[in-house]
Every structure is written in C-alpha cells, then in structure tokens.
C-alpha cells in the first residue's frame, strides 16, 4: 500500500577531463527513455501493482540537469520504489555505474538495460568484465525491449524478487499496439527546438559489421502502425511539441513507410497538425517508388544517410555492400529537389586509410557529391557488433576505458596509423571539410534549390561547433555546456569550488566569444549570398543533373581497382536490364500483333 516509485535515469558520458556532460539544452532526445517512461506511466494507470497501490514515475536525462540523486534515495530506497538506467550506451557505462554504485549505497533497487548491456548478452558467449561488476553491485541487468516485459518486472521489484539478470533478446516484441513513446512537456523543451522522438519501427536487413542495431533490435522488420504513429504525434500535439527525431536505424526499411508517411500527410493536409522531423535512412532509399516525395510532404526536413565512405574497398571491410557509388550523387540530388538537408556519416580509420587518402576522399566529396552535412565518427569496436565481437574472442587489445568508445577516440590498433596520427587526424577531418571556400559552397548550392542558406549556417553552427569549438561529437553536444565539480569522475582532481567556477567563467567566454565570431562571419557570408540577385541560376559540377552516372566522368570511380570495378559492374545490370526490358517489350508486341 502506499506509492512505489519509478525513476528513470538516462546517464550521460564523461568528457576527456572527467566531468558530466551536460547542457542548458541538448540537440537529441532519448528514445529509450521516451519508450519506458511511456509503458511504466501506463502500468500505473492500470495500477498492476494493485488497487490500493499508486506507482509514481519521474524521468531524467543527465545530459540537460543535474540528477537529484539524494531526492530519488528518498523515494526508493529500502523497497520504496526503483530505479532504471536505461539507453545506456558503452561510452556511457562508466559514469552509469559510479550512478549506480551511490544508488546501491542507500540500498537502492537499480535495474540497468540499454544497449551495452543487450550488444554484450548478444554477441558475446560469456558476461563480460564490467558487466559482472554490475552484477556484483547489486544492479539487475536487462537485455531486450521492455515492452512485453516490464509489467512482470515491475510486480518481482515490488515483491523484492529481482533475478541478477532478464535476458530477452530472444522475444523481441511486435509493436502493433504497443505503448507509444512519449515525454512530457517539461523534459521536451530541454531539447534544441523541443525535439521529441518516436521510433517508427525497429530492426535492419543489413548487416554492417560496425554497427550494434542489427545484432540489438534484429534484422526484422518491426513496425508500428499507422493509427499508432498518428496518436503519438496528436499526444504530443496536445503539449505543442510538432518537432521529432524518428530513431529508426533504417527508416526506408521499415516495412510500414508509406502507410505512416500517407496517415503524417493526412494529418498535416486534412487537420492542420504542423510536424516536421528528421529520418535516417540507406543510401538506396531513393529508389522506393514515392519515398523521396512522400517523405519531404509529411514534413521530412532532414535525412540521415550512412554513407559511410566513398572507396568501395572500405565499404567491402564494413560489409556495406549496399551502398553503390555510382549512386551517390543522383541519390544526394534527388534530396536536394524535394528541398530537404542532408547529413551523411563518414567512418574513418579503415585498414588501408591514412591521412592522405582520407584528406583526399574529403576533397572528392566536396568537389562531387553535392552533400551537405558531414559527420565524422572513427571506426569503433562496440560492443555488441560483429567487429567487436572478433577482436574480443580473438584476445585483440581494446582499450579496457569503456568511456572512451564515443566514436571520438582510438580505441583498438590500426594496422598504418599509429594512436596519435589516428587521433589527430579526426580533429582535422573536420577542418578539411568545413573550409569556408566549402561552407560558402554549400550556402550556394542549397539557395541554387531554392532552399534558405541560413539552413546551412545553423547546421554548420551545431556540426562542425561542437566539434571545433565545444570538442564534442554533435551527437553529444547542445546549448551551454555546464560543468559541476562535484560529479567529477573518480580517479581526477575535483577543484573547490572557488577556484573552479572562475575557471570554468573564463575558458567559457573565451570559447563563446569565438564561436560568436565564427558565427558572424559565416552570418555575413550567409546574408551575402541571399542578396545575389544571380543566386538561383548558381551551379557546380556536384549538383549538374545525372544523365547516365555509370558513364560520368568522376574522380571517386578512380580511387582504385575496386572503384572501377563497381563501375564495370553497375554497366553491366545496367545492360542486362535493358536487355530483359527490351525482351519484354518485344514479346509485349507480338501479343498486340493478330494471329495470321
């Protein structure tokens, strides 16, 4: 009897001098927690823990406030109620368990799940180092989707029955009338623009061997339904929020695309709802007859693309077989006409890449590809991929500092670059691509579409600023760093407070007042280019219309023997499907010929 309470933290990560991350605002919300704040509010509607028991249910995302751990010991400790760590990723394991290790403390129900912990219990055959320290603790592990799972967990913490650990990668969920994702007002307006999030669907048919979604979330297809998708975004209609990240690792592979793009149209067209959101998506997703089209009329403004690399040998290593070069720039094109950004991830550090050939590969994009956003990530071993996976029962060096794996770090041995060569040649990736002779570039081609270069300037501002000026992945970043001494991780120097907050004052200025004067410059470039009387009738080789791109004249079909062979094969279904084409037309017009 009574109110068992149910806390939900989304930890954050540890910079390189140990403290918190954490904003004013940060740029991505949490779909993870999105998702078990949504299914533990509707246990306590149901009351399942029994008529005469109310269940309180509270988020946090440590990337915008400062947790109130003493107030959540309060509530839940001694059996009061319980606390899960959820989305924890790798890079955020360690600031997690010093979390959990004050939480165990005060005798602390605390229940971790997210994605190191289902990518370890995944792939690996037995429980790793840093997870068996959970254990130790005291932490109940999750590993699977909690959907069809929490209601039972929840009934064991309330009878103080935990098991150690809950395994159910094995029984991943539909999610046809499954609980939506949903977040209150209060924590959505802690994110850039009142982002919220949903996903859409789950699962991807790929199989990249750097990536953790396939081996997580499966390479099924999983969708939600139409009617789903349309009482999620009217909840949050209903709070203002209009504003979404649709999470799905692959959206063009959710089989369900077109009927909830077709119920987001109807919403808009036929109710008046605004909504505009950003979509991650393959290289190939332009061929889907309507998506592209479909996409930018429900309100897509941007798209996430795993472009991964422009060498098809590199591309071959990640077991990204899907992505075809030769349809790299009418694919970037055919976004640019439905008037929608483009974000591309790059992966850097495969086996055969130095710093010359990756600076050169930037060089080709730029000149070639009429893509707008960038975004850098090292090649990582996370847990819970195929890569990783290797390496580990291989007995390979990986770096035992799980906070490290952030996609910003070395983080295993690179057979040509040495660590420090590897290192700094991602912090200079960055400068290589967003020149200002490139930025201007961009302004110039986006406003040639007839879409606003300011567009262009508030995407450089958050991309290429985190990294240059707040030293952070635009991933992890947001409005207004923040730093508190006394979360600062164990094993560093924690300052009094008189000496730290004048410090952290003046390296905070100093670092606005030049990302003030980086955004004024590229402002004025910005209001420039808007003015030109001649901008719409702007054109460079990169956004000239594609006739027949197997026969283009490009420096990325010359990278090497790979490159040219993967044009040669592109020519030859070219001509097979010509050739059966011509087949059919041609057996089509002896049919319409009369028997003699």
């Known amino acids: ?81 319980i606390v899960c760590l959820v989305g924890v990723q790798s890079n955020q394991f360690p600031r997690t368990l010093d979390i959990a290790r004050q939480l165990r403390r005060e005798n602390v129900t605390v ?47 309330a009878e103080d029955a935990l098991k150690p ?31 919220s999030s949903f996903d859409a669907g789950r699962g991807c048919p790929f199989q990249c061997s750097f990536c953790t979604i396939i081996n997580v979330q499966g390479r099924k297809s999983r969708w939600r339904d139409a009617d789903d998708i349309e009482k999620l975004i009217r909840a949050n209609h ?22 909830i793009f077709d119920r987001i149209i109807e919403l808009k067209e036929k109710d008046g709802i605004r909504i505009h959101f950003l979509i991650q998506i393959d290289t190939l997703a332009h061929r889907l007859p309507n998506f592209v089209d479909k996409a930018a009329r429900a309100g897509c403004t941007h798209v996430f693309i795993g472009l991964e690399s422009i060498n098809p040998e590199n591309l071959a290593h990640m077991k990204k077989g899907q992505n075809r070069i030769t349809e790299y720039r009418k694919m970037f094109q055919l976004w640019k006409e ?29 000149r070639e590809l009429p893509v707008d956003m960038l975004e850098f990530t090292m090649l990582t071993p996370l847990p819970g991929s195929e890569d990783h996976q290797k390496l580990y029962e291989a007995g390979t060096w990986l770096d035992p500092d799980l ?134 009738s702007y054109s460079d080789f990169a956004i000239q219309p594609v006739t027949e791109a197997e026969d283009e004249n490009l420096e990325i079909f010359k990278l090497n023997d790979s490159a040219k062979e993967a044009v040669a094969k592109a020519k030859r279904q070219k001509e097979i499907i010509g050739k059966t084409k011509q087949k059919e037309n041609e057996a089509l017009e002896a049919v319409k010929q009369p028997a003699e």
């Open 1 to 81: 009897m009574g109110t068992f309470h149910i806390e939900i933290i989304k930890p954050s990560h540890y910079d390189d001098d140990g403290y918190v991350l954490q904003w004013w605002k940060a740029w991505i919300p949490s779909n993870s927690m999105a998702c078990l704040y949504a299914i533990a509010q509707d246990c306590a509607s149901r009351k399942v823990l029994g008529p005469d028991t109310d269940i309180s249910v509270n988020a946090y995302d440590e990337m915008t406030m400062r947790v109130p751990l003493r107030q959540i010991v309060s509530k839940t400790k001694d059996g009061g109620g």
């Open 111 to 157: 229940l971790m799940g997210g994605f190191h912990v289902s990518g370890c219990l995944s792939m690996l055959k037995e429980i790793p180092a840093d997870l068996q320290e959970a254990i130790d603790l005291g932490v109940v592990l999750f590993a699977g989707e909690a959907e069809e799972h929490f209601e039972s967990l929840l009934k064991e913490a």
């Open 165 to 195: 650990v809950y395994n159910v990668m094995h029984d991943l969920p539909g999610l046809q009338q499954q609980v939506p994702p949903l977040l209150p007002e209060s924590i959505v307006r802690k994110y850039d623009g009142s982002l």
């Open 238 to 259: 209903e709070q203002g929020i209009t504003s979404f990240f649709i999470t799905d690792d692959n959206f063009a592979r959710n089989k369900n695309w077109e009927p």
């Open 338 to 366: 439905a008037g929608i950004m483009t974000y591309a991830g790059f992966i850097m550090g495969l086996p055969n890449d130095t710093p010359e050939s990756i600076k050169r590969d930037i060089e080709i994009i730029q």
């Open 403 to 536: 906070n490290r794996y952030d996609l910003e770090h070395t983080t295993c041995e690179h057979p040509i670059m040495s660590p420090e060569v590897w290192q700094q040649t991602y912090h200079d990736i960055w400068d290589w691509y967003y020149t200002d002779e490139h930025v201007e570039t961009l302004m110039r081609r986006n406003a040639a579409y007839g879409i606003k270069p300011v567009r262009v300037w508030r995407l450089c501002l958050q991309i290429y600023g985190a990294m240059r000026f707040e030293g952070v992945h635009p991933q992890q970043c947001g409005y207004f760093r923040y730093k508190d001494p006394r979360q600062r991780r164990p094993g560093f120097r924690r300052l009094p407070a008189v000496l730290h907050y004048p410090l952290f004052a003046v390296d905070s200025l100093v670092k606005y007042l030049r990302f003030g004067h980086y955004g004024w410059k590229i402002h004025r470039m910005r209001k420039r280019i808007q003015k030109d009387p001649n901008k719409a």
